[in-house]
């Protein structure tokens, strides 16, 4: 929705409801995981980094090698495998936003709420 204020003074509203549904996942039906094996990566030294850095960043995987390359995927609905963690869907916004517009340049502001 537009509305023009005065002459040169606008406002602006709109409004915006997400909704996230059939989202798909692909699964290899070869692997399973056990298949995967857990590794650390060291941080640099840094002073910007907490600690100085050098620290050990884990929660990485990587496949093993006997099931490297072996590859039988099925695409299907998320859904199959559980109930997604967070429901996005009903997410809405609001953007409301007033212009005034100048003899060089327009000028305004923009504010976004989410609930």
């Known amino acids: 929705m537009q509305h023009e204020v005065t002459q040169g003074l606008a406002v602006n509203a709109t409004y915006t409801r ?3 549904g059939n989202v798909l996942v ?3 039906l070869l692997v399973a995981p056990s298949d995967y094996s857990p590794y650390c990566v060291t941080a640099p030294a840094d002073a910007r ?3 100085g850095g050098r620290n050990q960043i884990c929660g990485f995987y990587d496949i093993n090698p006997n099931r490297f390359g072996q590859v039988n995927n099925l695409v299907t ?3 199959n495998f ?3 963690e967070r429901d996005l869907s009903g997410r809405r916004s609001v953007d409301q936003c007033l212009w005034q517009r100048r003899r060089y340049c327009p000028a ?3 504010n976004s709420a989410c609930n």
């Open 18 to 20: 997400h909704w996230y």
């Open 26 to 28: 692909t699964d290899n």
């Open 108 to 110: 305004g502001f923009s």
């Open 77 to 79: 609905f998320a859904s």
């Open 82 to 84: 559980a109930a997604p």
């Open 49 to 51: 980094l907490p600690d």
